[in-house]
């Protein structure tokens, strides 16, 4: 191959393509040759598919079809790659699984050719590095086009494929001839975002980019592309702009919203995902971000409203529609989405992120259409399967996390055992107070609330079992912002217009608490992880606290659905 070089300048080899193994470069041939063992072949890759009748168009196309390095197109072919001295194993396709536009496309020579695109999806998915026999057993083979798929050498397929011919021994190969062709199929990352597009099982195509949600182009803008300067193999030294260049530039991609939700861009990753149709996306997209609306008034949130709004309500969407396939126990059971934890399930009576029989009739994963992707597949539903509990969950303040400690307040913090309504024994912890100086009067503040309604509730514990239960008076500010004594729903409220419920505490005692007569708070705006906490709720008990002989357990903000 070296007759190939000799009309190379150096500045050219330094780009000399990812995908070739042309060079003499001593690094070059260290990080991708492989002996061959085994039995003495005859003729190159090249040369045996050269005598094969039936390989004649297979053969145009490597030969009209030029290599790339990154963008720029080299003055080698492919053909040129099956006749070097690397060590391959080729998968010919069958050329009548291939459509004579396509056949076109392949083999054309003219100017306007889509050499990289031909490359990539047709040539190099039918080309893997080194030595691919098939056995008896099944393995992941990972193609030139980085595409994975599972050769089974016990049913004689390559993504279920069927071989025709098989192990057939070449100088510097070996080559395989199929009864179709490997289909290139873009991975969920890809198809999602738009950069690459395959029909679905009722040959349609989704468009999840310029949707009015634009997930696709959402989930893309959180993606970084960086050279792999470990895994490359560097070059000369640019002399006119001193930086390095490379011979073999490995590439990584990374996204900080898929490390949150899944790897769906890596190709020999496994997912389940479940879309809704287009339309179904759009007016849900509309419908959730009513819940992610930011106080219009505060001028520190104003810059950044619209920002936290469409990524919150994204984020929202996304939460339970990918399943990392190989993490399912007993999927025809029940899956469970990327976002499951283990220790939420065991803080949360409320099983977030499961799913029960999903291929059964009317479950998560019984679908109008499908799309098989190189790393997994799409369902396609024509409702939006999820409810607003997802992302609209009860807010908790933990009484011990707050600070009331005060010169007539003091707390003291213990951990107590109770029933639950199932009657199963937990531990909590809770706060008593000691004071004799004064009524209680206790203020918190609350993080990450929704536009929408709340009801309040406050969780007591009695202290001693034995005491005689007894009615406490409690009462509630609920501000916005510092003393505004403004509710979100516009609503005036001043101290004098304080109502008291009364309660016997009990074991354990939720208290609804609350103004307005169905005890419902309609909040205007939310502040969901926007920094701002101004919800302020303040707990008025006119019982000195050493008379009241109840610990407090925390505070409750949980949604209204209607």
Request: proline share 2%; net charge neutral.
């Amino acid at each position: 191959m070296n007759k190939y070089f000799k009309l190379i300048t150096k500045s050219v080899l330094a780009f000399v393509s990812l995908i070739s193994v042309v060079s003499c470069n001593d690094a070059w041939n260290d990080h991708y040759s492989v002996n061959s063992d085994g039995d003495e072949a005859v003729a190159s890759l090249g040369q045996t598919l050269a005598s094969i009748p039936e390989a004649g168009k297979f053969v145009d196309a490597l030969k009209s079809t030029y290599m790339f390095n990154g963008t720029k197109q080299l003055s080698l072919t492919y053909w040129d790659l099956l006749n070097d001295n690397q060590f391959l194993t080729v998968w010919l396709p069958d050329p009548a699984s291939i459509t004579d536009e396509e056949w076109d496309e392949y083999t054309s020579t003219d100017e306007d050719k889509d050499h990289k695109k031909v490359g990539t999806e047709f040539i190099l998915n039918h080309i893997a590095r080194f030595s691919h026999p098939v056995g008896d057993t099944k393995k992941r083979i990972k193609m030139m086009s980085n595409k994975t798929y599972e050769s089974r050498g016990d049913n004689k397929t390559i993504d279920g494929i069927n071989y025709k011919d098989k192990n057939i021994r070449c100088t510097n190969g070996i080559l395989h001839s199929l009864t179709g062709r490997i289909v290139y199929r873009p991975n969920l990352y890809d198809y999602i975002t738009g950069a690459s597009t395959i029909k679905s099982a009722k040959g349609k195509v989704y468009n999840y980019r310029s949707r009015n949600g634009e997930i696709g182009k959402w989930l893309a803008q959180f993606t970084k592309k960086e050279i792999d300067e470990e895994r490359s193999i560097k070059g000369d030294i640019n002399e006119e702009t001193g930086e390095v260049e490379y011979i073999d530039s490995v590439m990584t991609r990374s996204n900080a919203v898929l490390k949150k939700f899944g790897y769906i861009d890596v190709e020999d990753s496994s997912y389940i995902v479940v879309l809704p149709e287009e339309r179904i996306w759009d007016s849900v997209y509309n419908a959730v971000k009513y819940y992610f609306d930011y106080d219009a008034t505060d001028i520190k949130l104003v810059p950044v409203a619209d920002s936290l709004q469409k990524y919150w309500t994204n984020d929202a969407m996304l939460t339970d529609i990918f399943f990392n396939k190989n993490s399912q126990k007993h999927i025809l059971d029940s899956v469970t989405s990327t976002q499951f934890s283990k220790s939420e399930r065991f803080r949360e009576k409320y099983p977030y992120h499961v799913f029960q029989k999903p291929y059964a009739e009317g479950g998560l994963f019984d679908c109008v259409d499908s799309i098989k992707c190189s790393n997994g597949v799409i369902y396609i539903k024509d409702s939006w399967p999820y409810s607003d509990s997802v992302f609209r969950r009860t807010i908790k303040v933990e009484a011990e996390d707050e600070i009331f400690a005060t010169e007539k307040i003091k707390t003291k913090r213990k951990n107590l055992r109770y029933y639950d309504k199932d009657s199963v024994i937990r531990t909590t912890r809770a706060i008593e107070f000691f004071s004799t100086e004064t009524k209680l009067e206790l203020n918190f503040s609350v993080k990450n609330t929704l536009r929408g309604k709340y009801r309040i509730k406050a969780v007591f514990f009695k202290v001693d079992k034995q005491a005689t239960a007894q009615n406490v008076n409690f009462s509630v500010d609920f501000l916005w912002g510092s003393g505004s004594k403004q509710l979100w729903n516009g609503n005036q409220k001043g101290s004098s217009k304080k109502r008291s419920y009364s309660v016997g505490l009990k074991d354990a005692d939720t208290v609804i608490i609350g103004q307005t007569n169905d005890k419902v708070y309609d909040f205007g705006c939310g502040n969901y992880e926007s920094g701002s906490s101004k919800v302020r709720i303040n707990l008025i008990c006119p019982t000195k606290a050493n008379e009241l002989h109840a610990c407090l357990d925390c505070i409750l903000l949980e949604p209204v659905f209607d």
